[in-house]
C-alpha cells in the first residue's frame, strides 16, 4: 500500500491473468493535493471473507503520465 513516485517499463515477463479482481476507488484529499486511491480485494476463489489485497495511490502527474500511457497501449482512447 503505497503512493506511487514513478512509472516506467518493466523488464520482467508477464503472462495474463486468469482470474478477476473487484477495484475500488476513492478519491483522497492531502492538503492541496488530490490523490486517487484504488483497492483491489481477493479473487472469488479466495478461502477468507473478501478483504483488501493492494491499493495503490496516484497523485495528478503520476495520473498525467498513466493516461498518456494508456493513450499510447490503447490508441482507440480519445
Known amino acids: 500500500m503505497?503512493?506511487?513516485?514513478?512509472?516506467?517499463?518493466?523488464?520482467q515477463r508477464i503472462q495474463p491473468h486468469t482470474s478477476e479482481?473487484?477495484?475500488?476507488?476513492?478519491?483522497?484529499l492531502d492538503g492541496e493535493d488530490t490523490l486517487l486511491h484504488l483497492t483491489t480485494f481477493g479473487s472469488d476463489l479466495r478461502q477468507s471473507k473478501p478483504k483488501s489485497s493492494q491499493s495503490?495511490?496516484?497523485?495528478?502527474?503520476?495520473?498525467q503520465q498513466?493516461?498518456?500511457?494508456m493513450r499510447n497501449t490503447f490508441p482507440s482512447i480519445p
Do not use: H, P, T
Request: charged fraction near 35%; charge should be neutral; aromatic fraction near 6%.
Open 2 to 11: 503505497a503512493r506511487v513516485r514513478k512509472l516506467e517499463k518493466g523488464i
Open 21 to 28: 479482481v473487484d477495484c475500488f476507488y476513492n478519491v483522497v
Open 56 to 63: 495503490i495511490q496516484i497523485d495528478e502527474k503520476m495520473a
Open 66 to 69: 498513466l493516461v498518456e500511457l
